[in-house]
């Protein structure tokens, strides 16, 4: 089985098994912090589990770097490392706000550049985005591209949560020139969605993302022919550590690059 079949097949168990938990009080539950730092609820423990179960029956010899569960070694000679936000965008899922998606990748080295597979599923409707490296990037079946053209309306994607008043005062002028906005609260998800063509730029320049939200994104955005890049204009990379924390801009294209960060350098 290819990697990318053995993530996307786990990727539709953890659907089937938090679909119907989603907003209901069986999704809450407080299981102290997990490895990346949040308090791990029901939703998140049922979703790793279904990926560790998994991995486990069918002898997967990996390592799996989990946001709740942490570095979980399953075989002597791991071949890589499953890099695994089984819930991104807990507090949603929690609350029952429906837009969350599991984020999955494989690596064979201990860097996000290695990235060689990624799956995001949409856990609120089982919608899956997946890429293999140089193989393109998809939806449900269909290739997907980020939205080269000039658009109708410019979608600004900005991940806000939790900036402070200097990252706030500087994004402000794009706040005040751009009427559409958006910031949904699942990073994985939005950056699946850029991929697809329905944002323009998506920027994350808090600091504060977590390897596994970023994985599988990180694939099918560049997959999709999207720009990705750090908080100084350069490609994205870092390596798959638990203290390593990103800032990120995804752009279609050099020209809304060019458009959005001239407003406020
Ligand atoms: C969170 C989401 C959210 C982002 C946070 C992440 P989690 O992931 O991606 O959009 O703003 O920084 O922690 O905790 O729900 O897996
Ligand atoms: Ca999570």
Redesign the pocket.
């Known amino acids: 089985m290819e990697v990318i079949d053995i993530l996307r097949d786990v990727s539709k168990k953890i659907y089937e098994n938090v679909k119907d938990i989603a907003g209901t009080e069986d999704a809450a539950g407080n299981f102290g912090r997990g490895a990346?730092g949040?308090i791990s609820r029901n939703i998140d423990i049922i979703a790793e589990k279904t990926v560790l179960d998994y991995l486990k029956a069918i002898n997967f010899e990996c390592v799996v770097l989990g946001?709740e569960c942490g570095r979980v070694q399953l075989s002597k000679n791991p071949k890589g490392f499953v890099i695994m936000?089984a819930?991104?965008?807990?507090?949603n899922s929690v609350r029952g706000v429906p837009f969350?998606c599991s984020s999955l990748a494989f690596a064979p080295e201990n860097r996000l550049s290695s990235i060689t597979d990624g799956v995001i599923t949409n856990l609120t409707n089982g919608e899956m985005y997946w890429a293999s490296k140089n193989k393109g990037a998809f939806w449900d079946g269909s290739i997907i591209n980020v939205h080269n053209k000039d658009p109708i309306y410019k979608i600004v994607g900005i991940?806000i949560?939790?900036a402070n008043l200097e990252l706030m005062k500087k994004l402000q002028p794009i706040f005040e020139k751009h009427n559409h906005t958006r910031h949904f609260?699942?990073?994985?998800l939005?950056m699946a969605m850029f991929a697809r063509g329905l944002m323009d730029i998506f920027i994350d320049l808090?600091k504060?993302?977590?390897i596994?939200?970023i994985a599988a994104g990180y694939l099918i955005v560049k997959e999709a022919g999207g720009l990705l890049l750090d908080e100084n204009f350069d490609l994205l990379d870092a390596d798959l550590s638990y203290d390593t924390r990103i800032s990120f801009i995804a752009a279609a294209n050099q020209t809304i690059l060019d458009d959005i960060f001239s407003e406020i350098r």
């Open positions: 990346g949040d946001e936000d819930i991104d965008g807990s507090a969350f991940n949560s939790g609260g699942a990073n994985a939005e808090r504060k993302i977590r596994q939200d």
